[in-house]
């Protein structure tokens, strides 16, 4: 298994892939997890060789503490992507290599798919993930781009990206893997202790009633109501809950038969910030 740093370097096994067939990328941001080790599998078994990109992209972060504190764990990284094939290329490059001196984001008119939930909470941080994409897309120019649902906006956004750009890729989006007690995987859980990590599970104890709830009563009722569980909660602090259609992302005032629904959350488990969605329909 080849791990690459330079732009340079990587060139030739990519030429190599294309021509022993199609290539899929998975864009990751490394301390990984079974959440990733999912979507570096659905991309081999859709494609003939599959690049996993390791880079903790500066522009996404609104804060610079979290930057700070987000874990390099490569060699950890590069034994778990070894167990699972070894017919990987790894490209983890320095922030120098993609951005050169100008650490910056490009501006792009995502429509307002950027200006709510995590857009209105971490100011520019959807730049960032449009600008790294891009570059990562432009580079590799896979067949297919694996994106995880726990980021579901984050997909979205990515989806209108390579449609305004337009950028010859199938974005394929998977489904969240679970921690046993239901917590979405996230390479923060890491830095819940253990008993926040059982207490996070609450999150998606109350995601899963909403769900019930949604069936029969407004979303504004059930808004409502997941509010009045978290002020309940010693531990667990929200940010928001929102429910939105899929598509424009838009919070939902009056519910339609023929739109799909997500329910979106973000809290802090102390300072660690946890995001989670859920399909209400
Ligand atoms: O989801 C992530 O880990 C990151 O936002 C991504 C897509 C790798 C871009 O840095």
């Known amino acids: 298994m080849s791990l690459i740093k330079t732009k340079k370097e990587l060139q030739s096994p990519l030429l190599i892939a294309k021509e022993n067939g199609s290539l899929g990328l998975v864009p ?12 570096v599998k659905k991309a081999l078994s859709e494609n003939d060789t599959v690049v996993v990109t390791i880079f903790v992209n500066p522009t996404q972060f609104d804060n610079k503490e979290d930057l700070d504190k987000y874990p390099d ?22 922030a120098k290599e993609i951005y050169g001196s100008e650490i910056e984001s490009e501006s792009f008119d995502f429509g307002g798919l950027d200006t709510v939930m995590e857009g209105a909470f971490r100011e520019g941080h959807f730049e960032g ?17 694996y994106f995880g649902e726990k980021d579901f906006q984050q997909l979205q956004i990515i989806k209108k990206l390579v449609v305004l750009k337009n950028i010859p890729v199938a974005i394929i989006g998977c489904p969240i893997v679970r921690e046993p007690s239901g917590l979405a995987m996230s390479s923060r859980n890491e830095r819940l ?8 599970s609450f999150i998606y104890k109350t995601l899963c009633s909403a769900k019930a709830r949604f069936g029969t009563k407004s979303a504004q009722v059930v808004t409502e109501w997941v509010e009045r569980q978290f002020e309940e909660h010693p531990d667990l602090e929200l940010e928001y809950f929102m429910i939105s259609d899929i598509e424009k992302l838009r919070p939902v005032q009056r519910k339609r038969r023929n739109k799909k629904y997500r329910g979106f959350i ?9 995001i989670d969605n859920i399909a209400l329909n």
């Open 129 to 145: 993930v449009g600008t790294i994409v891009e570059k990562l897309l432009t580079l590799v120019q896979p067949a297919r781009a």
């Open 28 to 39: 990751t941001m490394g301390a990984l997890h079974q959440g990733h080790i999912s979507l």
């Open 266 to 274: 973000a809290v802090y488990a102390k300072d660690v910030r946890l």
């Open 73 to 94: 764990t490569l060699d950890a990284d590069r034994k778990l992507l070894g167990e699972v094939s070894e017919n990987l290329i790894i490209f983890a490059p320095q």
């Open 193 to 200: 202790s253990s008993e926040l990590r059982e207490e996070a």
